[in-house]
């Protein structure tokens, strides 16, 4: 093994835990240290895109704000076209919308209504898996257009939040798990 | 020229006009069909790429939510790390700020206070200049932690809104122009 190449196992030294973020009690697991490092970057993108460079991906979808983030290298890297999904009233086109839970109360987020189209093979892309509410709400809005979801893709699954259980029957890849 | 590349001056047609958005008068310059575009990605992130190629870029700086689209894919592309710019609030880290002017009111950035060092070469990227003072206040935040503006880069500029006239002493490269 060349030493240059990081392996995967060095990405989690990449990651720093904050505590008390966003709030008393929460350990945040900060990806921002992993993206500065340019061999941690390209490690994570390559890893990615090696999984789902088989899939004939059409279109990325990536949720604001992070999931822009991997998911527009992943859609130029497999040679797709890349759909940003955003928080109500940035898309300035039509749009559909989810409404969804959080801890407290919803959100919505919305996509445009011409973005896919039925039969598209779209690989849905965030940075972090942790509840699953928010990609479940994704699912919901790349399913209206009958889009056919054809991976979920993850930097970090956090296990023990049970995320997973909300995206059953979608084919989820994560690199790194917690 | 072969029929499948896109030309530089068809990138222009793959960006469409929503008139009234975000407030009435306006005529908002939609990138989201430039995107979903395959070709279309593609070829605007080549000619950014090509542009800095030989800049020596350590880090590119990009601001939430929109510039983290080319600014990744850039960083990625360029074989950089990728530092986010974020609002107020959502770094989970010990940052630095900067407050800046808007139509009305004022706004705040912030960007992890270790995420640059003295000398780092950096690109900032955005999707869109327009009046110039988000990215007026991204390059004061790098230049507070003395790294080097090496260029900043846009997809598109709205040159009658003379943004360039805040950014003067950056090296500016815009792939559009309105």
């Keep these: ?27 945040f697991k900060d990806i ?22 088989k899939e ?7 949720v604001e ?11 130029y890297k ?7 999904i955003r928080k109500k009233g940035k898309l300035p086109a039509k749009t559909q919308s989810v409404t969804y839970e959080l801890e407290y109360g ?18 849905i892309v ?8 928010t990609i479940k709400a994704v699912a919901d809005l790349v399913k209206a257009q009958k889009a056919i979801i054809a991976g979920v893709a993850f930097l970090v699954e956090l296990k023990f939040l049970k995320g997973i259980q909300k995206l059953k029957d979608l084919p989820v890849y994560s690199v790194l798990k917690y």
Excluded: C, W, Y
């Design 1 to 27: 093994m060349d030493k240059l190449t990081l392996k995967k196992s060095d990405l989690k030294n990449r990651i720093r835990d904050i505590h008390d973020f966003p709030k008393q009690g929460i350990i």
């Design 32 to 53: 921002t240290t992993l993206l500065k490092d340019k061999a941690a970057l390209k490690k994570s993108v390559d890893l990615l895109a090696n999984k789902f460079k």
């Design 56 to 62: 004939d991906i059409e279109f990325v979808v990536g």
């Design 65 to 75: 704000a992070r999931g822009f983030i991997f998911g527009a290298v992943l859609a």
């Design 78 to 84: 497999l040679g797709a076209g890349f759909i940003p």
């Design 106 to 123: 919803t959100d919505v987020l919305e996509i445009h209504e011409d973005a896919l189209h039925e039969g598209s093979r779209v690989l």
């Design 126 to 133: 965030d940075d972090l898996l942790a509840t699953g509410g």
